[in-house]
C-alpha cells in the first residue's frame, strides 16, 4: 500500500514539473466546431484568403490546414466545421487587400499577416499587426520553456513598451479590434498607422518583416527604431485617422467609436503615452491670465499667471521648419522661466525705436491647445534719426508736405508764386496733368505705403506711432482732393486698383485710430517724429471732428491741448516759426530735411510747420463761435491779435477778423484753404468755381486706375 502512494506521488510530482514548460492541456487534442475572427490592418477586404494551420506540441507545422474566405470588408471570417487540433496552438495567415487608415483610402496591393494563438479556450480570434510582430517572439519564448500565457504577456508588454503604451499589456492581442471601441482600440490603431504611415505596401511588409526579425530575438529595437516611433507618432493626423476609419465602417453600415488618439502618443518623450494630456474626462484648460504684458522702453520684470489643469510645454513643433528672411526689426529681448504655473519675463532695455513683439506660446503636448502671451516694448527714440528707416519715411512725408503745404499756400493766395510752374496755383489755373499735382499726390501715397510697410513689419502693437502722419497725410489729401482711395494696409496681392473711399467713412476710421492713438501715447513729447505727444492726434482729432461741424466735441479736445500748458504763444509769428518756437506741436526741421517748394514759395524759416498752438487757439474760437459763445470766441481771437498788434476784435467784426488773423498768422501752414471751405467762403475770397475747391486728380492716377474718377470741372 505505501508503494502505491509512493508511484502515485511520483506520477503527480512528474506531471507538476513538466506544467512548467507547457499548459496543463498542452498534451491534449482541442476539438472545435466553430473558429471566427477578423483581420485588421485596417479592415482586411471581403474576398481576402485566411489560412488557419494547424502546429505540434513542439510548435511545427503538422502540414494540416484549412482555409476560408474573408465574409465583408470587415475582415471577418469563419470557420463552421468538427475540426479536432492535435495542440491547441495554432497559426492563423491572412493574404489580402486592406483599407488605408491613414490615407483612407483602400491598398493597392497586397500584404499578409499573421497569428499565433492558443485555441484552447478560444474561439474568436482576430489576426492585427501586432499579433504578426508578436508572433515569432511567443514562440522564441516558448521554445526556451516559457509557457503560452506568460511568453504571450512578456511579448505584449515588451512590445507595447516601445511606444509607450505597456498598459495595454493585459489585453492579449488577439482579441483586439480597431472597431471595437475600447480603450485598447486606440493602442492597436496608433501602432499601425505609425508603421504605416508614409510607405506604400511594399515599403510596409518589408519594414514589419524587419521589426519582426528584431523582435523575435530581442523583445525590442534599437534606440533609433524606437525614437522614430516616436517622431512618426507625433505627426500623425490622429483626426484624419479617426475621421477615415469612422467614414469607413459609417459605408459599411456599421457605426463605431473611436478613441481619443492622441492618447494613445507619447508627446513628451517620458516614455508613457497620454499621461502628459490630464483627465480625457475633464474639459482641458490652459491659459495665461493676460494676453499681453506693455513694457517700458526701460524693461522690467513681469510674471504672469497661468491657469492650467494639464501639463504643457513651450517646446512644441509638429510643423516643418519654414526659412524667412531675417526681419528689419527684432524682436522684444527678454529672458523667461516658468515656474510652476507662473511665467516670470524679464526685457531688456530697447535700443532701437521700433522692435517687434515677442510672442511667447505655451502649448498641451499633443499641440490641440496652446496660449499666447504677446510682449510689447515701447521704443527708444531718443536718437531716433539713426535708423535708417525711420530717417527714409520721414525724408518722405518731408517731400509730400513740401508739397502740399507749398500748394495749398499758393492756391489760398496768401503767397504770389516764385515761377511761372507754381503760378498756375495761384491763378488757379490747373489741369489734370499739371505736375506738381502728380508729384504731391504721388508722394503722400509714397509714404502712406512705406508707413503700412513698416506696420506691417513691427505689428499692430506699434500703430500708434504710424496712426498721426498716416492721419496727417489723410487730412491733407481730402483736403485737397476730397474722396481718395484709403489704404491703411500693405498691399501685397490684394486690390492694385482701390477705388475713391467717401470723406466720411476715411474720417470715422481715423477718429477711431486716433482715439487709441491719444489713450497710448503719453502727455509729453520728447520731440520725435513718431513717439509724439498726446496733444498730437488730439489736434488732427479735433480738425477731423470740425470738419464734420462736430463742434463742441472737438472745443473739448483743444481745451485739453491748450490746458497741457506745453505751449505758449511766441511774440510774433516769425518767432514761432523759428528755433525759439513755443508754438509748434508737430513740424519738420528744414535744416535736417530738404522742402526746396516750400522754402523758396512760402517761408524760409526753420520748421514746416505741420500743427501749430496757434491754429490750436484760433480752432477753439472757431468753435465757440459756431456753438454760440461769441464772448468766448472773442477771447481767443484775441489772444492771436494781441500777439500780433492787431486790434481787438467785437462781436460786430469778429466774423472778418477771424478770417483775416487765420490768413495772416496760418498761411503756409496748410490751415487756411480748409478754414476758407468749411466757413463756405473759398469760392467769393479766392473767386474761384464751386468746383474749384478740390483739385483735379492726376491724370497718371485715373490713367493707372481705373476705379478712379476724376474730380468734376477737369
Known amino acids: 500500500m505505501k508503494t502505491f502512494k509512493f508511484v502515485i506521488l511520483f506520477l503527480f510530482t512528474v506531471f507538476i514539473g513538466c506544467s512548467k514548460e507547457t499548459d496543463s492541456i498542452d498534451d491534449k487534442t482541442v476539438k472545435v466546431s466553430t473558429l471566427e475572427g477578423r483581420v485588421e490592418k485596417g479592415p482586411f477586404t471581403q474576398g481576402s484568403t485566411v489560412t488557419i494551420q494547424e502546429l505540434s506540441q513542439n510548435l511545427s507545422l503538422t502540414g494540416k490546414s484549412f482555409q476560408t474566405d474573408i465574409s465583408n470588408n470587415e475582415g471577418s471570417f ?12 495554432v497559426q492563423i495567415a491572412c493574404d489580402g487587400y486592406f483599407f488605408n487608415e491613414v490615407t483612407g483610402e483602400l491598398s493597392n496591393s497586397q500584404i499578409r499577416l499573421e497569428s499565433f494563438v492558443d485555441i484552447a479556450n478560444k474561439r474568436s480570434i482576430n489576426v492585427n499587426i501586432l499579433t504578426h510582430i508578436s508572433k515569432g517572439r511567443i514562440v522564441n519564448l516558448m521554445n526556451e520553456g516559457v509557457s503560452y500565457k506568460d511568453a504571450a504577456l512578456q511579448a505584449r508588454e515588451e512590445l507595447l513598451l516601445c511606444f509607450g503604451l505597456q498598459k495595454y499589456k493585459e489585453s492579449d492581442f488577439e482579441d483586439l479590434s480597431i472597431s471595437a471601441g475600447e480603450d485598447c482600440s486606440g493602442a492597436l490603431i496608433i501602432i499601425s498607422s505609425i508603421l504605416l504611415a508614409d510607405r506604400n505596401e511594399a515599403e510596409l511588409t518589408e519594414y514589419i518583416s524587419n521589426l519582426k526579425e528584431t523582435f523575435t ?76 504684458v506693455h513694457a517700458s522702453k526701460e524693461g522690467g520684470e513681469f510674471r504672469v499667471r497661468i491657469q492650467a489643469n494639464i501639463p504643457f510645454t513651450t517646446n512644441f513643433d509638429n510643423s516643418p521648419n519654414v526659412i524667412s528672411p531675417e526681419s528689419l526689426f527684432k524682436e522684444v529681448e527678454l529672458t523667461s522661466t516658468i515656474n510652476e504655473n507662473e511665467i516670470i519675463i524679464n526685457v531688456n532695455p530697447a535700443t532701437a525705436p521700433f522692435s517687434k513683439p515677442k510672442t511667447i506660446t505655451i502649448y498641451s503636448h499633443d499641440g490641440s491647445l496652446s496660449a499666447k502671451l504677446i510682449i510689447v516694448q515701447e521704443g527708444d527714440f531718443s536718437n531716433e534719426l539713426s535708423s535708417e ?24 493766395n496768401c503767397y504770389a508764386a516764385n515761377s511761372s510752374q507754381w503760378n498756375l496755383f495761384s491763378s488757379h489755373n490747373l489741369t489734370a496733368n499739371t505736375s506738381e499735382i502728380s508729384s504731391a499726390w504721388a508722394a503722400l501715397y509714397q509714404l502712406n505705403h512705406s508707413l503700412n510697410s513698416v506696420e506691417e513689419l513691427v505689428g499692430s502693437a506699434s500703430s500708434k506711432y504710424f496712426t498721426t502722419l498716416r492721419a496727417l497725410l489723410y487730412y491733407h489729401l481730402t483736403t485737397l482732393w476730397g474722396d481718395t482711395p484709403y489704404i491703411f494696409e500693405k498691399i501685397n496681392n490684394g486690390n492694385f486698383y482701390p477705388s475713391r473711399t467717401p470723406i466720411a467713412d476715411i474720417y470715422t476710421s481715423l477718429h477711431e485710430q486716433l482715439e487709441e492713438c491719444i489713450s497710448g501715447m503719453s502727455e509729453g513729447g520728447n520731440g520725435s517724429f513718431f513717439a509724439v505727444s498726446k496733444n ?87 468753435c465757440e463761435n459756431k456753438i454760440g459763445n461769441r464772448d468766448a470766441a472773442i477771447t481767443f481771437l484775441n489772444k492771436i491779435r494781441n500777439r500780433d498788434g492787431e486790434s481787438t476784435t467785437s462781436a460786430e467784426s469778429f466774423e472778418k477778423d477771424l478770417k483775416e488773423t487765420w490768413k495772416s498768422t496760418m498761411m503756409g501752414g496748410f490751415s487756411y484753404f480748409a478754414f476758407l471751405k468749411r466757413n463756405n467762403i473759398a469760392v467769393s475770397e479766392l473767386n474761384i468755381q464751386d468746383y474749384q475747391k478740390l483739385l483735379p486728380i492726376p491724370s497718371s492716377e485715373t490713367m493707372y486706375n481705373p476705379n478712379v474718377s476724376q474730380n468734376p470741372g477737369y
Open 78 to 89: 469563419k470557420i463552421e466545421a468538427a475540426i479536432e487540433f492535435v495542440s491547441p496552438y
Open 389 to 412: 528707416i525711420i530717417t527714409s519715411i520721414i525724408s518722405k512725408a518731408s517731400t509730400g508736405f513740401d508739397y502740399t503745404h507749398t500748394i495749398e499756400g499758393l492756391y489760398s
Open 217 to 292: 530575438t530581442s523583445g525590442t529595437f534599437q534606440e533609433d527604431v524606437i525614437q522614430s516611433f516616436k517622431d512618426k507618432s507625433r505627426q500623425l493626423s490622429t483626426d484624419d485617422i479617426t475621421s477615415n476609419i469612422v467614414r469607413r465602417y459609417n459605408d459599411l453600415g456599421k457605426k463605431i467609436l473611436v478613441p481619443d488618439l492622441k492618447y494613445y502618443i507619447d508627446w513628451d518623450g517620458d516614455g508613457i503615452a497620454g499621461n502628459e494630456l490630464g483627465d480625457p474626462h475633464t474639459e482641458k484648460q490652459l491659459f495665461f491670465e493676460v494676453d499681453t
Open 536 to 622: 498730437v492726434p488730439r489736434a488732427l482729432l479735433a480738425k477731423i471732428l470740425i470738419q464734420q461741424k462736430q463742434y463742441s466735441e472737438a472745443l473739448m479736445i483743444l481745451k485739453e491741448i491748450i490746458s497741457s500748458g506745453m505751449y505758449t504763444l511766441n511774440n510774433s509769428r516769425n518767432e514761432a516759426l523759428s528755433s525759439a518756437s513755443t508754438e509748434m506741436i508737430y513740424a519738420i526741421n528744414k535744416g535736417t530735411f530738404s522742402t526746396p517748394n516750400h522754402t523758396n514759395n512760402i517761408e524760409t524759416g526753420t520748421y514746416l510747420p505741420l500743427i501749430q498752438y496757434s491754429e490750436i487757439i484760433l480752432l477753439a474760437a472757431e
